[in-house]
């Protein structure tokens, strides 16, 4: 009787786990938009005309104008400099770069599972037998003062599982192998551990 329960409890907890910290991440983040923005308006509004989420309807407005503004060419240069400019600061490009490839990583992700994408998902060959699976993230390091990295090498991001983060490996272009996974399924199954299987081939 006490090990049915338990199961029953078990079951109940990683069916609703799941769905409670989605839905206090997303009510903590509307709550932030809604804080952070709404200041704004009632500064500049009577008061008593504030309706609760124009906070969060100006953080959605304000988004998408950035988003607009960004994809010019000329502004996108001018915010490019920007973080080229942030990315020098000694305190700020600690917690601002980290970030920003980050933002990256997700969009590229976003994007390859669109069909929009290029970011090339393989699995990388360290011992016979053994395989990582990871995001390579370039290809070329021609960038670099003094070539660091010697001709016929990639980078790629190995994504820790049940947790944020990941480590990046300089590796033989030959010992990468391609999939035609994309970008964030391979993700998905990176953080669960490979947990959970695709029940049909599409999902």
Excluded: C
């Amino acid at each position: 009787m006490f090990g049915r329960l338990n199961s029953i409890l078990i079951k109940g907890l990683i069916t609703l786990l799941p769905l409670t910290v989605t839905v206090y991440l997303i009510t903590w983040m509307a709550g932030s938009l809604e804080g952070s923005f709404g200041s704004v308006i009632t500064a500049f509004l009577p008061e008593g005309y504030y309706i609760p989420g124009l906070g969060i309807l100006m953080a959605l407005t304000t988004i998408f104008f950035v988003g607009l503004i960004v994809e010019h060419y000329l502004t996108q240069r001018a915010v490019e400099g920007l973080e080229r400019q942030l990315k020098r600061l000694p305190v700020v490009r600690a917690i601002y770069s980290p970030l920003r490839d980050l933002t990256d990583l997700l969009s590229r992700a976003q994007s390859s599972s669109q069909g929009g994408g290029s970011q090339r998902v393989v699995f990388v060959r360290f011992a016979p037998g053994i395989e990582l699976m990871g995001l390579v993230m370039r290809d070329r390091f021609d960038d670099l003062p003094g070539q660091p990295i010697e001709p016929g090498k990639v980078a790629v991001f190995v994504p820790f599982s049940y947790g944020f983060g990941g480590t990046t490996y300089i590796v033989d272009a030959s010992a990468v192998r391609e999939t035609q996974l994309t970008a964030d399924r391979a993700l998905q199954l990176a953080i669960t551990g490979w947990v959970k299987a695709n029940k049909t081939p599409n999902q």
